[in-house]
């Protein structure tokens, strides 16, 4: 099993990040390798992601919220992955956000992937691009 985490401050109220983050379907938006995700139930998503070059499909649960602090996931399928985005209250309008990956290859690709930084890199992206998303979006009503 390999862990990759990265972390980003994000110049937004944690009410505004953590239910971004929770719109599952908008990660293709910002997400390295993300193609495709839809909602199967309130808990549950099916993923269509591209790294180091393998296309995977997968289900993934959500196991544990809690409202503006930590979302965790598992794979229901696929390949075994497991995964936790925290939202940290820095000021009144901003939040940092870590993201932790922890999953095991399959195969020599997603070995080599793992091995040369490539996974690293594709988590480092995505929670950039996040921040990058997360920023460009509109304000909430009564949000300075």
Known sequence: MSTFGHTVTVDRPVREVYELWSRFESHPEFMDGVE????????????TVRVAGVEREYDAAVT?????????????????????????????????????????????????????GVVAGSVERSLEGFREYAEAQPRAAGSP
């Open 36 to 47: 495709q995700v839809d909602a199967v139930s309130d808990r549950r998503s099916h993923w």
């Open 64 to 116: 544990r919220m809690r409202q503006d602090d930590l979302i965790e996931w598992d794979t229901v399928d696929g390949p075994t992955q497991h995964g936790s985005v925290s939202f940290t209250e820095v000021d009144d309008d901003a939040t940092m956000v870590t993201l932790t990956v922890t999953f095991e290859p399959e195969g020599v690709t997603e070995l080599l992937g793992d091995v040369s």
